[in-house]
């Protein structure tokens, strides 16, 4: 596979001029404008272009310098295709001058050393020092190094309302009460700290970046495919808010994600955490090939992992060697040779207050009794079972009517205990409330809560190489491996699943890290320093800030792989706690925001929108954990699938708990988070798009559900508050934690009389406020 960097230059007619510099003005060029590919075809040798020394070279592809660059550049070369621009061509006067250098003789200083060709992201991240700054903050050092490199001045602290409210939004997806805001702005500066601390350790912290990994995980609450059946999968949820909230160390949890049954001895909880590649669709279609669509699966769990923990496109490689990656198709099956060997089970998983090693025992204990207590009187149960005449035996229920059709030989236990109980009916004492029992452990067993999990087989599948990703083409069998592009597995490691999942955490991995504090970041500025945040390859778009990226990296391996070390890191620099405000002049000279000289703006997600209005509406559920809930939706929805599915509508508070919990179908997902972008749980999704649609507002306004916020939030000011501007600052104060704005209380007021002046009753009148406040786009943005 041939690995080539080139410039995207084009040659044209050179004009006479002045000789050119190599180190001011074609050494830029070389270096800044250059492009890696990894698919071309050639086998003959590598092409670099980057370096003077390197296209001076030219290669060994049988062709001079000038030729071979007119060739690679128009795409007329036979093994070389004319390859993509990653910043875009050179203008002409640039094409000229590098044509120039060429017809002078490429001169460039000797001790040009060559370049590492390796891609940035393969080179193992470390700790620059910090830039001088006058800020103390290590982020802040960073950016404003950049900032004022590229003359541009920070923005200045948002204001303190604003603050908290991005501070309880980002770190609990819940808003601020009106009393918090009160009690933060009389010491904003000195209280910051202690609100990130306090926010930190909330339980609802779990909740809200639990989303933010279910995301990752390709989480549902159903099957997929048309029929799309339900399945259970909420234990594994339960068991990410719980790990969060724990600040389970982050290589910890990716253990016991990717291989938490092949630990020793594990846990119930490391059982569930393989729940992560049981999330998988499972086709209960008639005549579907059952080996496809266990070989789709696997399919979907190596570009899952790579995806998810190296951010790389490894998928790309099912059918053919990754085009633009060193990624071979070899590679990806042995990658897909880890992940060949699993059991797909379903575990048993108590509810709360249970513990089911103790009912086993019991359960164990309570059937030695019953049989003891048989054993003794065996002789009556015999000659009960003789004096059994057809009359009699009508007044036997079926299962004993089974039991006594079999011989007495090849009678089982249970079935001595099913006669037994049809025996003595209500008047044995001891045996009914011991067998009473028994049928309500049984009952616990079969019908209780299980998850879907992984389970290692004790004898490895064979693995294939499918030619062109076809699984009925089988060819060469490949043994695990990783890629050869990153740090081997260790000398004398057995190549298992729980093997890859350490070679995933090791701290000698240049990705893992890096990917994670990025993925992170994004969240937090709406970009990660890596805009691609699912591919960090040649094709995707190099860091904004790579000595930042790397400081976090390996800042965050130091501290243990702590998350909530490294929000705290994040929320308490100057860089995220400024305000948002555009400034005109800074927008010219960086529009895109790129060197971060403001916050962004974000609007909220699905989840958290309707969280945001459960709260300030005062119906929010604080209950945590368990299985999904039904709030409404729409008449129709079920009805759109191929399976029309029962949508058992909640009742009391489980009607108003988090978008977290409740149940998703993957086919027919409830309508008021996919318009507001959720994603559907059919593939990872490493970053949620945020669209602006009229859908959006006619949800907030129209939706069953959020008609009943609306509700509840003008009972609540009517309530709480009296007189209209009492309540008018009221609502402003639970939906955007400010005051109202003068121009916005008139507005309101307004409202107000043009609802009575239209005969509304009060609550009538406020509720026409409390749709407005929850219309807001200030409601449903976090600042």
Request: hydrophobic fraction near 40%.
């Amino acid at each position: 596979m041939l690995r080539c960097t080139f410039i995207t230059f084009l040659f044209c007619t050179a004009a006479s001029r002045a000789a050119v510099d190599y180190t001011t003005q074609i050494k830029p060029l070389l270096q800044q404008h250059c492009v890696k590919c990894h698919g071309a075809t050639t086998q003959k040798s590598q092409l670099k272009l980057d370096t003077a020394a390197a296209a001076r070279a030219g290669g060994k592809h049988g062709a001079t310098l000038p030729d071979l660059l007119v060739q690679v550049v128009s795409g007329t070369h036979a093994e070389i295709p004319q390859m993509p621009y990653k910043r875009g061509p050179l203008d002409s006067a640039q094409i000229a001058l590098i044509k120039q250098w060429v017809a002078e003789g490429a001169h460039a200083p000797a001790e040009e050393a060559p370049s590492d060709d390796r891609h940035w992201a393969f080179i193992a991240p470390v700790k620059a020092p910090l830039p001088q700054s006058e800020s103390k903050h290590p982020i802040d050092a960073f950016i404003r190094a950049s900032l004022s490199k590229a003359g541009l001045e920070p923005s200045p602290p948002a204001a303190p309302a604003t603050l908290i409210r991005r501070l309880h939004l980002d770190l609990t997806g819940l808003p601020p009460t009106p009393a918090e805001v009160a009690a933060f702005l009389k010491q904003p500066k000195s209280n910051s700290e202690e609100l990130v601390t306090r926010l930190l350790a909330s339980k609802h912290y779990g909740e809200r970046w639990g989303r933010w990994w279910l995301d990752q995980a390709r989480y549902g609450d159903s099957n997929g495919y048309s029929i799309d059946a339900p399945r259970s999968m909420w234990p594994y949820r339960d068991y990410v808010v719980n790990a969060l909230n724990q600040d389970k160390p982050f290589d910890q949890f990716t253990l016991e994600q990717l291989a938490g049954d092949m630990l020793p001895k594990p846990s119930r909880e490391q059982l569930i955490a393989t729940g992560f590649h049981r999330n998988t669709q499972i086709n209960q279609e008639g005549g579907i090939d059952k080996e496809q669509f266990r070989i789709e699966s696997i399919f979907d769990r190596v570009a899952t992992t790579g995806t998810v923990w190296l951010g790389l496109t490894i998928g790309c490689a099912q059918c053919h060697d990754h085009k633009f990656d060193p990624i071979s198709q070899r590679e990806y099956y042995q990658l897909f040779a880890f992940l060949n060997n699993q059991d797909e089970p379903t575990l048993p998983v108590p509810d709360p207050g249970q513990d089911l090693d103790k009912l086993k025992a019991e359960h164990a204990q309570v059937l030695k009794q019953i049989d003891a207590h048989i054993k003794a009187r065996i002789a009556v149960l015999q000659e009960w079972e003789k004096t059994l005449g057809d009359q009699s035996k009508k007044l036997v229920d079926a299962e004993a009517l089974k039991s006594l059709a079999k011989p007495a030989t090849k009678r089982a236990a249970a079935d001595q205990r099913i006669l037994f109980k049809a025996m003595t009916g209500t008047s044995d004492s001891v045996f009914n409330p011991l067998y009473d029992r028994h049928l309500e452990l049984d009952n616990i067993f079969k019908n209780g809560t299980t998850t879907l999990v992984m389970k290692e087989l004790p004898q490895p599948r064979k693995t294939t190489l499918f030619i062109k990703g076809d699984f009925t083409r089988p060819s060469d069998e490949v043994q695990p491996g990783v890629l050869a592009v990153l740090p081997p597995l260790p000398a004398g490691t057995k190549a298992d699943r729980l093997a890859l999942a350490r070679w995933i955490i090791d701290p000698k991995n240049p990705l893992t890290a890096r990917v994670i504090v990025n993925r992170v970041w994004q969240q937090y500025f709406g970009r990660g320093l890596v805009s691609t945040e699912n591919d960090f390859g040649t094709m995707g778009r190099p860091p904004t800030h790579p000595e930042l990226l790397d400081w976090l990296a390996v800042d965050f391996m130091e501290h243990g792989w702590s998350l909530k070390h490294l929000h705290k890191l994040i929320v308490t620099s100057a860089t995220y706690q400024q305000a948002s405000t555009i400034q005109p002049s800074s927008a010219r000279i960086d529009p895109n925001n790129d060197l971060l000289w403001r916050q962004n703006r974000l609007r909220l997600d699905a989840e958290v929108v309707r969280d945001v209005c459960l709260a300030t509406s005062g119906l929010l559920s604080p209950k945590m954990g368990g299985a999904p809930v039904y709030p409404p939706i729409p008449e129709g929805v079920m009805s759109l699938g191929q399976v029309k599915r029962a949508w058992p509508l909640s009742k009391g508070s489980d009607r108003y708990r988090r978008g977290i919990y409740t149940f998703i179908f993957r086919a027919t997902p409830p309508p008021a988070l996919s318009v507001f972008d959720a994603p559907d749980g059919f593939s990872t999704c490493t970053r949620r798009i945020r669209s602006n649609t009229p859908l959006q507002a006619l949800t907030l306004l129209n939706d069953s559900a959020y008609v009943e916020f609306a509700q509840a939030l003008a009972a609540r000011l009517i309530k709480e508050a009296k007189g209209d501007d009492a309540r008018i600052s009221h609502a402003c104060q639970l939906c955007l934690s400010r005051p109202p704005l003068e121009n916005e209380r008139k507005a309101l007021t307004h409202l107000l009389a043009a609802e009575r002046q239209a005969n509304a009753t009060e609550a009538q009148a406020w509720q026409a406020v409390a749709r407005v406040m929850l219309n807001l786009d200030e409601t449903i943005t976090r600042e």
